[in-house]
């Protein structure tokens, strides 16, 4: 390296100010198209399954009687493909990841669905 060069690039690094971020006071922004944490309308959700019957790592479990729908953060590769099957569209990638745990148990997400249809129902004898 001549004289010259390095002494250009001695300028330019001190002026250029640093190449890394101060994580986590500077926080990456996302692509609006990034795959990130999936989330869900669980309202909208009818329980089919086929999300998690479809779902290449065993990430995701409906329990269809409970009215759950759960996701194992720690498992999910982001492929989307539950996003892709869900017949009433209500699962979504965020651009965004889940914040970090430091138990897998923390990584277990349940979102349960409100017991609506039971007070929607007619009462019992009423038709
Ligand atoms: S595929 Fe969609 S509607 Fe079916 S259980 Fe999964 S999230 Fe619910
Ligand atoms: S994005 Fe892929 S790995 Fe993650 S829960 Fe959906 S199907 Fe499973």
Not at 107 to 117: G, K, P
Request: glycine share 6%.
């Amino acid at each position: 390296m001549s004289f010259l060069s390095m002494t250009r690039n001695i300028a330019e690094n001190l002026f250029k100010g640093p190449s890394t971020r101060r994580y986590p006071k500077e926080k990456r922004e996302y692509g609006l198209k990034s795959r990130g944490m999936i989330g869900i309308d669980i309202e909208a959700c009818i329980f089919c399954g086929l999300c998690s019957r479809r779902c290449p790592t065993g990430a995701l479990t409906v329990r269809k009687d409970q009215k759950e729908w759960e996701i194992d953060r720690l498992r999910c590769v982001f492929c989307g493909y539950c996003v892709e099957v869900c017949p009433k569209k209500c699962l979504a990638m965020a651009n965004h990841y889940s914040p970090c745990v430091t138990e897998r148990a923390a990584a277990v997400h349940l979102e349960r669905q409100a017991l609506r249809d039971a007070a929607d129902a007619p009462a019992e004898g009423k038709e």
